[in-house]
């Protein structure tokens, strides 16, 4: 039997193990970063409100998940967003995105989420077959069409 990877939740104190593997995550894919000096300091800031949390998996961190919460007024606990997931590459294929996301999602439901959300590229083929074999959909029960996420720049 293969051990599950450990999961712990990040505090503020591990804004910068957080921050790195983020940075890493959009490095990665060739996404815009702004850093991990700047990620760090808004971590510490979010960490400490409640309605960001942080998971980190592997000794030392090698994976992140982050889950935010938002009120909902549709149901009596919030609406959880998975965020981020990140493993690092050369620890792929070894059950700790699955570890993350199991404890993502038993966070979600413990802080009384009742469904966590994702939004995912449509060529991240990959991400996409994650998520589907771990019970994630883009249609919901009962319909035939497909959700979308839209997205808006509100800056300049």
Do not use: K
Not at 58 to 78: I, M, Q
Not at 108 to 127: K, L, P, S, W, Y
């Amino acid at each position: 039997m293969v051990d599950e990877p450990r999961i712990r939740t990040a505090t503020a104190a591990d804004a910068v193990t957080v921050a790195a593997l983020l940075d890493a995550f959009n490095r990665e894919f060739d996404t815009p970063t702004p850093g991990v000096e700047v990620l760090t300091a808004r971590l510490r800031r979010t960490l400490t409100g409640g309605d960001l949390i942080a998971l980190l998996g592997g000794e030392p961190a090698s994976g992140v998940a982050v889950v935010s919460l938002r009120p909902s007024v549709w149901a009596d606990g919030p609406t959880a967003l998975l965020e981020e997931l990140y493993v690092q590459p050369d620890l792929r294929r070894r059950r700790l995105g699955h570890a993350l996301l199991a404890a993502a999602c038993d966070t979600a439901r413990a802080r009384g989420a009742a469904e966590m959300q994702i939004n995912v590229d449509g060529v991240d083929t990959d991400a996409r077959r994650f998520y589907e074999t771990h019970g994630f959909r883009h249609i919901e029960p009962d319909r035939t069409e497909p959700m979308y996420f839209y997205y808006r720049d509100l800056g300049d």
